[in-house]
């Protein structure tokens, strides 16, 4: 299982901070939690975070035209980011999630606070999925360069051991036809060379293992990408959200995350 | 520059497509379908689409199918009644934009040349 992901949590009302906090805890993530966008733009520079959920009114929260929020989602553009709202409108929605001058949207999704935590956490799980499987892809140029290294490990061992079996042939051939007197000098080189051999042999299989390994995950991996777009294409709200949860909840030895579904089957008590 | 390829995926011959082919004339030339009539390989013929929300019942699906055909794409999506949760599918399902129609030629103008702007999401 891979380890804990650290989110921020960036929202200057302190009574909804405590109340999602456990939330996201108990659904598997480490929390950093700040209140300014100073203090929120800090923690994405110091690039210790793998998601944020950040409030579009981060500055003051009666203030209609506050989007200090989308400001700060603009830094670390690599770190994904969910705009949070007690206020939802499609120009928030447009801020958030249109591409900039530098083809990079201020956010990846935006949610309301009015949807409650389940729904946040969901879209958490969603994205960490996401983040995940693109790694993965990232990973694909160095396992291919792990495959060639395999095969010239395997064809060296090859050629040591067909160098070392000649050597220790003609040591023989040499021992027979001088009365039996031992070339000590050669028998040496061809049991070095035999047992290079084996070493090459080793480090191919090793190398084998790791490529052999990496390509099941990447084909479990494609999997639930495939599912997970097919639950994309689910116009229903809910449907899509459990179409969502229900593959994130039967792959989570994939993932990190633990959803509130599962913990709250596992425990009996019920999700708060 | 190369003439730009527009595409309006909605209602054949209403009034709105004049407003629009005005407002994309000095980019290039628009042509019309109707979502009905919208085959995977015609988005390849077109570097910018626009999806009238009010014809079609499904624009995520329709930003994804354009985007399946040509990744290039651009695709903008136009709505009398913006909603949140609407603008939210359809710039995650890959739209450059989602904004609210107007009749306004130099507005839609502007917004095409906004949206032109923008780079297609990955």
């Given at each position: 299982m891979m380890s804990r992901q650290t989110v921020l949590l960036a929202d200057n009302d302190h009574e909804y901070v405590t109340s999602i906090r456990p939330f996201l805890a108990e659904g598997g993530y480490r929390v950093i939690a700040v209140h300014t966008p100073e203090e929120a733009v800090q923690v994405l520079q110091r690039g210790n975070v793998d998601l944020a959920l950040i409030d579009i009114?981060?500055?003051?929260?009666?203030?209609?035209?506050?989007?200090s929020g989308l400001q700060v989602a603009h830094h670390a553009p690599d770190i994904p980011k969910i705009i949070v709202t007690n206020y939802p409108t499609y120009e928030a929605a447009r801020a958030a999630l249109t591409s900039q001058a530098n083809g990079?949207?201020?956010?990846?999704d935006i949610a309301t606070k009015h949807d409650g935590p389940e729904k946040l956490l969901l879209l958490l799980n969603h994205i960490s999925t996401s983040i995940r499987l693109r790694a993965l892809e990232a990973r694909e140029t160095y396992f291919a360069t792990v495959r060639v290294q395999a095969n010239v490990f395997f064809w060296l061992s090859i050629a040591a051991a067909i160098t070392g079996f000649a050597l220790l042939g003609f040591s023989v051939y040499l021992a027979v036809a001088n009365n039996?007197?031992?070339?000590v000098m050669s028998v040496t080189a061809g049991l070095v060379i035999e047992a290079v051999s084996v070493l090459f042999y080793q480090q191919a299989n090793r190398a084998n293992q790791r490529v052999d390994e990496y390509q099941r995950e990447r084909i479990e991996n494609e999997r639930v990408k495939r599912l997970l777009d097919a639950c994309e294409e689910i116009t229903d709200d809910e449907k899509r959200n459990d179409c969502i949860r229900a593959v994130i909840d039967a792959n989570k030895t994939l993932f990190s995350v633990n959803s509130p579904t599962t913990n709250s089957l596992a425990t009996g008590q019920s999700t708060p | 520059m190369a003439p730009i390829r527009f595409l309006l995926i909605g209602a054949h011959g209403n009034f709105w497509q004049r407003v629009l082919a005005q407002a994309v004339q000095p980019f290039g030339s628009l042509a019309a379908t109707e979502v009905d009539d919208l085959l995977p390989s015609t988005a390849a013929q077109y570097d910018f689409v626009v999806v009238d929300a009010a014809f079609v019942e499904n624009v995520p699906a329709v930003i994804r199918q354009v985007r399946r055909g040509n990744p290039q794409a651009r695709v903008l999506v136009i709505t009398l009644s913006p909603t949140w949760k609407r603008a939210r599918d359809a710039l995650k399902a890959g739209a450059v934009d989602y904004i609210k129609k107007s009749l306004d030629v130099a507005k839609v103008r502007e917004e095409v040349q906004s949206a032109l702007d923008k780079i297609p999401p990955p």
């Open positions: 009114r981060l500055r003051d929260d009666k203030d209609e035209l506050d989007r990079h949207a201020p956010a990846v039996l007197t031992v070339d | -």
